[in-house]
């Protein structure tokens, strides 16, 4: 199962609006075939490795992540393809949420005499599903916020400069979390500050329009590793007021039609037609009653194409007005051994916040060292 979860996250970020799956078929100790789910409308990952095994796999176990589909889509049930072929057992790691699907694949196959196990590495396969299942459930993709401090919580200094806090293997950790989204978003001060890329700089991350490039930022990737546009990642800068300018690189660069602005009608008065220039898109969503964008409206939309999991990079008043509206499913908080120890320095949450009476407590999931940095994950409890 290990090694199916393995290969399920080669899939993350790229299969939307489906679940990255990996599947292994063995029989005794011999592995007989593996495969993962690539993008959507291609085979799943069952199908992969099955036919990996060239028709012998009849009495072998299958391992699979997510409950095998038994319905009609853009592909047939693969239920269907493991009766085909007579696997003697099918190894679950976790039931598959969607209410087309919950238990009944399992069910087809029990009846139909194959043994069923599930909840084998359960946790670990849900990791991957995350996203899925709370898009199925909700309409709304699941929303990381990704902040890098110092260990006062400080993510910038006085004079807006944050590069760079943390180390080269956490900001290598970042683009294997940028690899694993749909969605990266930042909001306007981020942009106005940074002039970031917001690209994936992992090889073999995909390319939708062939770009690839050298990163021109000093520091942000290992030597020879190249800057390019993960295949349908796309980039969403929050600017209420139009205060990004039009020649960032998120508006010019070649994958500008991957880039959307959301904002307010104030924004679009002011710069629709200079940020659409290169074929970045303006959703214009109307605004909050505190003339800010209104963010859940802007989940709904990118819910509604299909995106299923967003990764926040972009600025402490973003992050505060996502977590004030209990928009944040999870956090991956870097710490570097620094402190600023100044009141003016950007805080990573800049939100109206909460009395310690009534705080939320986030389950902590994993701690882990990246050089001198170390990362806390938590998510909702």
Sequence with gaps: MRRAIALARRGEGRTRP????????????????EGFHRRAGDA????????????????????????PCCTHGRTPPCTDRILHEGLARVVVGCRDENGCHCGR?????????????????????RDLTRPFFKHVTTGLPYVTVKLAMTLDGRIADREHRA?????????AEVQRLRRRADVMLVGAGTVCADDPSLLCRLRGAGGADGLVRDTKESGASPAGVRSVPQAGLLRVVVDASGRTPAHAQVYTDAAAARTVVATT???AARKAAAWALHGAQVWTLGAADDGRVPLELLLKRLGAAGYLHVLCEGGGHLAGALQDAGLVDAYELFYAPALLGDSR???ALEGRGT??????????????????DVRIRVRKA
Excluded: M
């Design 44 to 67: 799943h990952a069952e199908v992969v490795a099955l036919e990996a095994c060239r028709g012998q796999a009849r009495g072998a176990t299958l391992y699979v992540t997510l409950e």
């Design 265 to 267: 009608q104030v924004g």
């Design 18 to 33: 489906n679940p990255p799956v990996g599947a292994v078929v063995v029989r005794g100790d011999s592995k007989l075939g």
């Design 105 to 125: 694949g399992l069910e087809v196959l029990s009846k139909r005499g194959v043994e069923v196990v599930y909840g084998v590495c359960e946790e670990e396969a």
């Design 355 to 372: 009395l310690l009476a009534d705080v939320r407590r986030w389950r902590c999931v994993d701690v882990k060292r990246f050089g001198e």
């Design 163 to 171: 590069k760079w806090i943390t180390g080269a293997a956490a900001r």
């Design 345 to 347: 320095a950007v805080g």
